[in-house]
């Protein structure tokens, strides 16, 4: 597929990643760690990365729509970090898009993030059906009801604004 990240320093030397590129017949994927949208895209026209990684917890919905179209138009595809109702909606909607990371899973382990947190969506080995594909939820927002009680239980401080 590629190499993600291959350097220690959080993927910022647009040289360092362009001379890789240069050396080695594996694609690179990057940007896991860069926000916003003049970053990535700085990273893409110096050739520093074949294929770019969004993320909707740094840069939001509508920071990754927006960088996905900037890929689109310079011919990459962005790869989604992580999990979860928003990336899943996101990729949905994204025509240069490819592969629902789900990492550190196993079928011996339980899940990596708060399974509790949704009613009906998981992000485990079970969500994925016999064409190795995942569903898009379908209710209101994103698509994942909140477990609302499991919210207010597991909630460190709480403020209420207005009437």
């Known amino acids: 597929f590629w190499y993600e ?9 647009h040289f360092a990643h362009r001379k890789l590129r240069q050396l080695i017949k594996t ?24 294929y770019v990684r969004g993320d909707v917890g740094y840069d939001g919905i509508t ?9 689109e ?3 990459l595809d962005i790869e989604f970090h992580g999990p979860g109702p928003a990336q899943r909606q996101c990729m949905a909607a994204i025509r240069n898009t490819n592969y629902y990371e789900m990492g550190l899973i196993h ?16 992000d485990d080995l079970n969500a994925i059906d016999a064409k190795g594909h995942v569903p898009i939820p379908q209710g209101p927002g994103l698509g994942a009801a909140i477990n609302w009680d499991w919210v207010k239980k597991n909630q460190t401080g709480y403020v209420e604004y207005g009437g």
């Open 63 to 71: 920071g990754v729509i927006k960088l996905a179209h900037a890929c």
């Open 27 to 50: 694609p690179l994927l990057m940007t896991e760690h860069v926000r916003s949208l003049e970053p990535h895209i700085d990273f893409v026209i110096a050739d520093a990365t074949d």
């Open 5 to 13: 990240d291959p350097y220690r320093d959080g993927g910022k030397s």
């Open 107 to 122: 079928p011996k382990a339980d899940a990596s993030h708060a399974p509790h947190l949704f009613l009906d969506y998981a």
């Open 73 to 75: 138009a310079l011919g």
